[in-house]
């Protein structure tokens, strides 16, 4: 008998997302096993617990996949699992917490390609605000677009402080620099707009976390990026569905969240069915989700149009 692939979901949260399940499923899982409440601690126990029941062929049908909110933990999460295993008991590991990593990955891979027909260098040199900043998809596309060359200032309500704060424990964790900036009201972060060449909204869903009033002060916005679908928009004036689309009262085009969404999506089902089918095993964070965005774009550019 063929052995089934199986997936092993482990999360530090109460439930296993649903869509993340469905997204299992249909990248060929057949057995599907989510695990609640996983600590840190736990991931050696775990992993070494699915690894020594199954021959290197069984083991190139089995996964592990790592979720939960908190993107750091997730790395740590991932961290732990990679370093208990050893050859030749090895399966593959994908770590996507609340799809902050495909969904940042496609966020800044959707920029990068808005940029690009002006800025061949992409991201290089270009002062990035991430306004929601310290939520698990801001703080990582901060961090994927500082590892593409950005000065990245991560933005928070709470003020200067408080984004600080975070930006140095997130830029830390990744070896790479972050800023914070006040997003504490309307005038910081216009302030912090008027500096800046992207505006990344990673805000949370069903907020308008820049308003017209606040877009007014940017004036050398190339690019602006949205992730919020639950109405109002998070940027003023930027559809849903806008793909490098004019910002009406800037110079400035806009990308919204139906546009990164479907990157996303393509992203997360490209990355499960690299798992399911890798012949041996593979791991798979946010620098391999971000390289698997830039292909679908690049495919995505080179199709004839019609
Ligand atoms: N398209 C997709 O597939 C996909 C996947 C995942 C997430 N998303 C979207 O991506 C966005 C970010 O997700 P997330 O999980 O990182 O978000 P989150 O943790 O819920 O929120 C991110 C940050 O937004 C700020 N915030 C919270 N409430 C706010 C309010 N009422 N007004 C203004 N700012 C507020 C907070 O930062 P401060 O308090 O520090 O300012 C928070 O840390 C969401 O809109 C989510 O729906 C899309």
Redesign the pocket.
């Known amino acids: 008998m063929e052995r089934p692939y199986i997936l092993h979901m482990f999360t530090p949260g109460r439930q296993m997302s649903p869509?993340d399940i469905n997204m299992a499923a249909d990248a060929g899982y057949q057995v599907i096993a989510p695990y609640c409440e996983v600590d840190t601690d736990a991931i050696a126990g775990l992993v070494q617990d699915t690894i020594f029941s199954r021959s290197p062929k069984g083991l190139a049908r089995t996964g592990i996949f790592i979720g939960g909110?908190d993107a750091l933990m997730a790395a740590d999460q991932l961290d732990r699992a990679k370093k208990a295993m050893f050859k030749p008991f090895q399966v593959s590991l994908m770590a996507d917490p609340?799809?902050?990593y495909?969904?940042a990955a496609?966020m800044v891979a959707c920029v990068e390609a808005a940029l690009a027909p002006a800025h061949a260098q992409g991201l290089k040199g270009q002062r990035v605000l991430v306004?929601?900043?310290?939520?698990?998809?801001?703080?990582i596309a901060g961090v994927i677009a500082a590892q593409a060359g950005a000065e990245v200032h991560l933005?928070?309500?709470?003020g200067e402080a408080?984004?600080k704060e975070?930006a140095s424990e997130t830029g830390k964790r990744f070896g790479v620099s972050l800023h914070g900036a006040s997003?504490a009201d309307e005038s910081a972060l216009g302030a912090a707009i008027a500096e800046a060449d992207v505006v990344l909204?990673?805000?949370?869903?069903?907020?308008?976390?820049v308003s017209a009033q606040t877009l007014a002060a940017a004036r050398r916005l190339k690019v602006a990026a949205d992730?919020?679908?639950?109405p109002p928009e998070?940027i003023a004036g930027l559809g849903v569905s806008d793909d490098a689309k004019p910002l009406a009262g800037t110079s400035a085009v806009g990308i919204g969240?139906?546009a990164?969404?479907n990157v996303?999506?393509q992203t997360q089902q490209r990355m499960l069915q690299q798992m399911h089918e890798a012949p041996s095993a593979v791991v798979l964070s946010f620098p391999e989700a971000f390289a698997t965005a830039r292909a679908f774009i690049a495919e995505k550019a080179a199709k004839p149009a019609g």
């Open positions: 869509f909110r609340s799809g902050a495909t969904t496609a306004v929601g900043g310290t939520g698990p998809v801001g703080r933005a928070s309500r709470g408080a984004a975070v997003g909204a990673c805000a949370a869903a069903g907020v308008q976390a992730l919020n679908a639950v998070g969240a139906l990164v969404g996303k999506y």
